[in-house]
């Protein structure tokens, strides 16, 4: 039984101010050819399909031509709420779409009843696991410790009552222990929202989404698919790729990486604005329609920069100087500190600059409450 493992598809993003959709709708057309070439039994999306939980109507209409297509090659599609998304929304139709061999995870409510496929080696037993909260899951186990997210999924996870010498595939969006982020993503309040990969011992392949990069996490088969399009300058080097996994008989998988090409790649360039608008430097690229980020090395600031330099490269996202200047200032440095900390730890050591004090308890608490809102555009 053959799978295509997707996530993280953020219909509808803006980044730094540009709209992603038609970028988005190109790769989900490569998609559907990689589809059409593989003939999967099934195709999953493993949460954040949209980029905000009320999506914009362009956002949604593109995931609902993306069905329409799937359908029509003949591909169940497995599809799960991620902590962008809506998983009221997600799961609005559910009952009526899984006849039509679309299968959206429901809000989660304590009980994960498996999808069973079957193939010539037996059944094949597909968990949808929503991404949830320890509050999520306390509320239908109130007499279980839950104190963290490992706790809340290894709970849901033991409800499910798997019979693991069958083969079993868990459709999940969490953040696992140990795995790599992009800047594209949301950092939790104090990294609170691990969850150790021990909990999915005995799936044989556990479908993750929420990290952007493409990797495993403890275990070939415990894996991130990374999202199909590349999200952030800190993914510049990165290779997309869609993962193909292939189930034989119980302990028997393959997995295939199927490259992605962008519409418009992301790219990094440095150097003088001298040397970046030298001809020879930038005719035989795709420089001029990929997203930049530029950084000048020129010691004095040019004028009207960046309309001079969009006449070479119209997708100018970023720039910014790396000089003496901007290095004794600490403009550069300083910025990617503020990078590599939470907003929650950037707007403590605010707080305590400016009041001579720590934030109280309470205060942490409220502060971690409105950024995940914020996050979660409530």
Not at 33 to 51: L, N, S
Not at 257 to 264: M, Q, Y
Not at 306 to 326: E, Q
């Amino acid at each position: 039984m053959k799978f295509i493992h997707l996530s993280d598809l953020h219909l509808g993003k803006r980044v730094n101010e540009f709209s992603m959709l038609e970028d988005q709708e190109y790769i989900l057309i490569q998609i559907l050819e990689i589809v059409k070439q593989q003939k999967p039994d099934a195709v999953i999306i493993a949460g954040d399909v949209y980029d905000k939980s009320v999506p914009s109507a362009e956002a949604v209409e593109l995931f609902d031509s993306f069905l329409v297509r799937l359908l029509k090659l003949q591909a169940k599609v497995f599809v799960i709420s991620g902590n962008h998304d809506s998983a009221e929304r997600i799961a609005f139709g559910a009952r009526i779409m899984d006849k039509s061999g679309i299968y959206m995870s429901p809000v989660y409510n304590g009980a994960v009843v498996p999808v069973v496929l079957s193939d010539e080696f037996g059944e094949v037993n597909v968990y949808m696991l929503p991404f949830v909260k320890p509050a999520n899951v306390r509320r239908f186990f109130p007499d279980a410790e839950i104190s963290s997210y490992t706790d809340a999924v290894s709970v849901a996870i033991k409800a499910m009552s798997a019979d693991y010498s069958k083969r079993n595939i868990l459709i999940t969006h969490q953040f696992v222990t140990g795995a790599l982020r992009s800047e594209s993503e949301d950092i939790s309040v104090g990294g609170t929202d691990n969850v150790d990969a021990a909990v999915f011992a005995g799936f044989d392949y556990v479908a993750l989404g929420h990290l952007h990069k493409s990797q495993k996490c403890s275990s070939e088969y415990i894996r991130y698919s990374g999202t199909p399009l590349k999200y952030s300058f800190s993914e510049a080097n990165d290779k997309k790729s869609v993962t193909v996994i292939t189930l034989n008989e119980k302990g028997d998988i393959s997995l295939d990486f199927i490259p992605l090409i962008p519409k418009r790649d992301m790219v990094e360039i440095k150097g003088s604005y001298e040397e970046l608008t030298l001809k020879s430097f930038w005719e035989n690229t795709s420089y001029n329609e990929d997203y930049m980020h530029i950084t000048l090395t020129d010691e004095e600031d040019i004028p009207e920069v960046l309309t001079k330099l969009r006449v070479i490269y119209k997708n100018i996202m970023k720039l910014d100087y790396d000089n003496k200047r901007t290095r004794t200032m600490n403009e550069i440095n300083g910025a990617e500190a503020v990078k590599q900390k939470t907003p929650a730890q950037n707007f403590s050591e605010f707080y305590e600059l400016q009041n001579g004090q720590p934030l109280s308890d309470e205060q942490s608490a409220f502060l971690a409450d409105i950024i995940e809102r914020i996050q979660e555009g409530r």
